[in-house]
C-alpha cells in the first residue's frame, strides 16, 4: 500500500492545523493582545500565516493583510451605580504614567498557554466588562501615590509653563484627602488661596465645605484641587492657553488621586476639564466622563454665594454624587 500522503490529506493537515491556529489566535483577540480575523474560513488564515502571506493554494488572488484588531478592549467604568462592590477586574486602569506603572509581563513573542483562562473564550461574545471602581485604582499603592503627589506638587513649585507664573508668590496644589473617593475641581486660586497655599480658602470655599459637610463628609476626607495652580490676578479671566498649560498638571494629579467621582465647579473649571464650551446650565445636573472618571457639573460655589436660589441646583447634582457614593446627608443614614 502507498503510504505517501496525498495532495488532499496534506491540505487536510495544514486546514487542521489552520483552525488550531486561529482558535488560538481567536484567544488573543478576546485578550486583547493581538489577533489574526476571527472570521473568514481557514484557507484565509492559513494564506494569512504563510511566509509570503501571498496566498499560495489558496485561489482567490492574494488575500489583503487585515489590520490588527484596533485596541484592546477598554475597562471604563460605566455611568452606571457605583456603590456595589465588585471583584477586581483583571486589567486595572493604570494609575501612574506607562513608564513608572507597576511592570506588566511582557508579552509572549510565541503564543503560550496562559496561566489563567482566558478572560473571555474565542467562541462567545465578548461581554462588557463593568469594573469595580475601587480597583481601578490600579496596582499603585496608596503611599506610592502620595509620594508621586509630592513629586508633582513639587514640581508644579517650579513651573513657568504660563504667564501665570510671574506674579505668583507661591503654587496652590490642593487641599484635602489625596485617597479620597471625591474630588471637587475649580478653576483658579485667588489671592487668599495664594496667601495660604490652599485652594477655596475664602468666603466661596466657606460655601463649599458647608457642601461637603452637607454631603456627608468633612471638609478633609474629599479631595479639592483647581484646573490652574497659580493665583489669578484680580480681574483678569482664565485664558485657553493658561488653561492648556496647566492641564498636565490637573491630569496626572487627578491620575493619582483616582477618585471615584469628581464635581467640577463652575463653567471655567467644567467646560475645562471636559473640553466643551457648552454652558454651565445645560452641563450642570448631568453626568460626563473625564478619562473615565464619572464628573458631574455643577454651579461654583462664588456663584451661589451671590445667587442663593441656584442651592437647590447644587443640592440636586451633589445628591446625585451622594446616591453613587451610597452617602446620605448626615443624620439620615
Ligand atoms: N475659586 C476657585 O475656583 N478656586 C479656588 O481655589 C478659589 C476660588
Ligand atoms: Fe505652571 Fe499651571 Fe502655574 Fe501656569 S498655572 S505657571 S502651567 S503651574
Given at each position: 500500500m502507498d503510504e505517501t500522503p496525498t495532495l488532499d490529506d496534506l491540505r487536510e493537515e495544514l486546514l487542521e492545523l489552520a483552525s488550531s491556529a486561529r482558535a488560538l489566535v481567536g484567544w488573543y483577540e478576546g485578550t486583547g493582545a493581538w489577533g489574526l480575523p476571527a472570521e473568514g474560513d481557514a484557507e484565509e488564515a492559513l494564506a494569512l500565516l504563510s511566509p509570503s502571506r501571498g496566498g499560495g493554494s489558496v485561489d482567490r488572488g492574494a488575500p489583503e493583510r487585515r489590520p490588527a484588531p484596533a485596541a484592546a478592549p477598554q475597562f471604563r467604568p460605566p455611568?452606571?451605580?457605583?456603590?456595589?462592590p465588585a471583584a477586581p477586574p483583571p486589567a486595572a486602569r493604570p494609575v501612574a504614567e506607562p513608564a513608572a506603572a507597576a511592570p506588566r509581563p511582557a508579552p509572549a513573542p510565541v503564543p503560550a498557554p496562559a496561566p489563567a483562562p482566558p478572560r473571555f473564550p474565542a467562541d462567545r461574545p465578548q461581554p462588557v466588562i463593568a469594573p469595580a471602581r475601587p480597583a481601578a485604582r490600579g496596582p499603585v499603592s496608596a503611599e506610592e501615590r502620595m509620594h508621586r503627589l509630592a513629586m508633582l506638587a513639587d514640581e508644579v513649585r517650579g513651573c513657568t509653563k504660563c504667564r501665570l507664573c510671574q506674579a505668583r508668590t507661591q503654587t496652590v496644589f490642593a487641599r484635602g484627602n489625596p485617597l479620597s473617593e471625591l474630588c471637587f475641581v475649580g478653576d483658579a486660586p485667588g489671592a487668599e488661596e495664594e496667601a495660604t497655599?490652599?485652594?477655596?480658602?475664602g468666603e466661596p470655599g466657606a460655601l463649599l465645605d458647608r457642601m461637603i459637610v452637607a454631603m456627608g463628609y468633612h471638609r478633609d476626607d474629599v479631595y479639592v484641587c483647581n484646573l490652574v495652580k497659580c493665583r489669578l490676578p484680580d480681574g483678569q479671566k482664565l485664558r485657553p492657553d493658561d488653561i492648556e498649560a496647566c492641564k498636565p498638571h490637573l491630569a496626572e494629579q487627578l491620575q493619582l488621586v483616582s477618585p471615584r467621582y469628581i464635581v467640577t465647579l463652575g463653567t471655567v473649571a467644567t467646560q475645562g476639564l471636559l473640553g466643551t464650551t457648552e454652558p454651565i446650565t445645560k452641563l450642570r445636573g448631568t453626568w460626563k466622563m473625564y478619562k473615565g472618571t464619572p464628573v458631574m457639573p455643577t454651579f461654583h460655589p462664588a456663584y451661589v454665594h451671590r445667587q442663593p436660589s441656584a442651592k437647590r441646583e447644587v443640592w440636586n447634582d451633589l445628591q446625585q454624587v451622594m446616591a453613587r457614593l451610597g452617602k446620605a446627608p448626615p443624620g439620615k443614614s
Open positions: 455611568p452606571g451605580p457605583a456603590p456595589a497655599g490652599e485652594p477655596f480658602a
